[in-house]
């Protein structure tokens, strides 16, 4: 054997490797446009309630 064989072997054993590798790199990359095309799978956080803390505080620097 060669060695120009032994490389081409080489390579070739790591070709599947290198294959599943880029395709989880790639995975997130090409879901993307997908997400983006579906308007109802925005997700939102809900909305912020008021804890009224800037009276608490009004009211604590009056009396001091």
Do not use: C, Q, W, Y
């Amino acid at each position: 054997m060669t060695h120009l064989t032994a490389n081409f072997l080489k390579t070739l054993r790591l070709l599947p490797r290198t294959a599943l590798i880029l395709m989880l790199l790639a995975a997130p990359v090409l879901a993307v446009p997908t997400m983006r095309a579906d308007a109802g799978s925005t997700i939102e956080a809900p909305a912020l309630r008021k804890s009224g803390l800037g009276f608490v505080l009004l009211v604590s620097l009056r009396r001091g």
